[in-house]
């Protein structure tokens, strides 16, 4: 067999095997002819059987032989193959969310008899024709018998008929299986008031209907004398906690486990028991130790409705609340020496938790075993729940408080290995400084378990989320220096180091800041945590030892670290401009964004450090094109600036091969856009050479406007400049030599052509490179624009 889901009118199918080919019509809801498609065997073309239920399927009266009455037992019951088109029910789960039912159509080729035919596709007439003829009412099929198909499709009419003619308490009886499944209000209530379902069947539907929430289902099914307390074996599905298998439970039950709000609301106006036993947990307790054991589902010790409403506790508290609305007395009751609250934290549920305790739910009570007590903080801390921990300090509960065995909830959490927790509980304030009966200390079980190997990183990992040491004895741990030294303090020790300004800065006996420590033991973290707190940098030893004398003796990659913390600590503002040379490091390393920061801050492009080299040279060393095209227009870095050496930014360029032409061809783009834009005293020649030559002072502005004087035959726009006078400049010059001449001519847009000449070929080539470089940036913002 093949079956196919479809949705709303229309459905495709996935290509069929080699084997199997269906071709599938258009269906329309309103012709019921239409909306099967018969595919008969090829040997059963002319078989009797075959045409019947096709004809009964089609709904075609006229088709059906008037004689079929007539006809042998065999063809009237007989089995015809076809595709027929019928409901179906998915069941869709989600999280603490009610179970949802969606009602699909799909598409099944099987054999059926035209009587089940008809009764699917909802022939009265044809129904009518067929059982006056003797058609079996009770033979069994593949998809149940023709009541079940009338109950599917919801055919109340053609049910009632098949009643009329005999149908028996299995027919009946799959029949409603089917339409409380479906949400079939009147074919239940119909069945029911037939008398001919058991008892046993109709707890199964009230169970099935209550599972998938169909309230009119159960209050048709509970007004014709179910009992609401009724029990019958159903398959059972949660997400959380998982849960597929087969039970034997009541409405009530399989209600809050599919979490149907309005079903329970109805089960429990109708009289539901509360007190009876459940076993659907999954959760064991051992009586002496009081340890918890998870033995899976429907194995756990049994309980009442209010604890299973808690391990399956539905996101709106609706269904928690009715119950203990109806039995308030629940909230308090215990199993084994726990409570309600107890539960929804070992099903760690923090939902459930927040409701508890809203409603009233204490977390003062104390678990007690033969063996020890303890409270639910201590269960929590154990399960390490971040979110329950949080609302049970909410509400109110004892950081601190001690089992009987004298262990806090810190200790709980350590021993246990719940990192998150240990970090919660120190976020609230849990006391570091407390002792067991046994002498044991929350810093001596984290030492011993897996996930914090030393203290140090008991307290990276608290730190780093915010957390605050609390030590009511300080001579047992003193956090500050500790954690500076040990370098493992993480991104958030700023708690407590910005909790003490002269702490911060306090030296040791060597004269050692915390700072310093930082970068002693190379522990780039705590550095970053004291810098961005506001320690002193400029700090030096009695023996005159300063914070960069010791990164200077740091490796390159340890070195560049601590560098950069020094950077972000600039570009935060937390350091002085003269305490480090934030821009030369960020040109340095090519980092634009911040160079571009530091620059509106107010650094100087142009300070040489005490190498002597300047932002600009750092850039250019490292072949950082677009830093340097930040640092000339922008930061107005110099190119002439000389380091010890008597090195330029330009003669770098050109000496590194890690700049290569490009970084050179940058630096002359800018030297020569500024050459020209700032103007130089040039001889202009007038009349194409053939007249005097004379001194102006020529400059070129952004508009691409050339200009020697006032007038309007002095400002000219140009098209281009050529580094060589024109053919007739040379003719009436008279001039032999011109490798030795500095000339160079502009054309304007109006046809001019104007020489002048340079004080050397090197500003020559200055003025050349830079009229074409603003003519050909013009143009393209022209064109961008």
Known sequence: MREISLFNSNFQTSKPSSRTRINFPQFQMTKSANRHKVTPRADEEASPSQQLVEAALRGDLEAIPADVSSRSYSDLNGLGMVCLRMRSSEVILKEDAPLRVRTEWTVLKTEVTALFAAAHAGHREVVRRLLDAGADVNRKLFKGYATTAAAREGHVDILNMLLEYGASQDACEDALIEATSLDETKVVQLLISSEMVGPMTLAHAAVIASSRGFVDVITALLENGVDVNCMSRVLLRSVKPALHVNVDCTPLVAAIVSRQVSAVKCLLEAGANLELPIKVGAWSWDTLTGEEVRVGACLGEPYNAAWCAVEYYELTGQILTLILKQSPILLGSTLLGRTLLTHAILCQNPSAV???????????????????????????????????????????????????????????????????????????????????????????????????????????????????????????????????????????????????????????????????????????????????????????????????????????????????????????????????????????KGDNASVIQLLKMGYDSNLLDEEGYSPLMYAVMEGNYETCKILLPRGKAKCDLKNEGGETALSLSRKLDKSNKVMEEILLDHIARCHVMQGEELFKYTRDGSGSRHAKVLRMSKSCVLNWGKGRRRNVRCKEAIASPGSGFWKNRRIKDEGKMAIFRVLTLNGREVHFEASSLSHLELWVRGINLILRENTLSGDSK
């Open 354 to 588: 927040s409701f508890l305790l809203g409603i009233g739910a204490t977390a003062k009570f104390p678990i007690k075993t033969p063996r020890r007590e303890f409270f639910p903080i201590h269960l929590a801390s154990r399960l390490g729940n971040v979110d329950i921990l949080r609302s049970l300090v909410l509400h109110g509960t004892d950081i601190n408080v001690r089992t009987s065995l004298g262990d806090t909830p810190l200790m709980e959490s350590a021993r246990a290995g719940t990192v998150d927790a240990f970090i919660e509980l120190l976020k609230s304030g849990a006391d570091l400084g407390l002792a067991n009966t046994l002498g044991e200390t929350a810093i001596g079980l984290a030492d011993l378990t897996a996930f914090v190997p030393s203290v140090s990183n008991v307290m990276t990992k608290v730190l780093e989320v915010g957390g605050r040491i609390n030590s009511s004895d300080s001579s047992i741990f003193s956090p500050l220096h500790h954690m500076v030294r040990h370098g493992q303090a993480g991104p958030l020790q700023t708690t407590i180091l910005s909790s003490s300004t002269e702490e911060l800065n306090r030296p040791d006996a060597l004269g050692i800041t915390p700072v310093m420590a930082a970068a002693i033991y190379s522990q780039a973290e705590s550095f970053r945590l004291l810098v961005m707190a506001g320690a002193d940098i400029k700090a030096t030893t009695p023996q005159g030892e300063s914070l960069f004398s010791f990164i200077k003796k740091m490796d390159s990659t340890t070195r560049d670290c601590f560098e950069k913390i020094l950077l972000q600590a600039a570009l935060a503002n937390l350091i002085v401009q003269d305490s480090f040379s934030a821009l030369h490091y960020a040109a340095k």
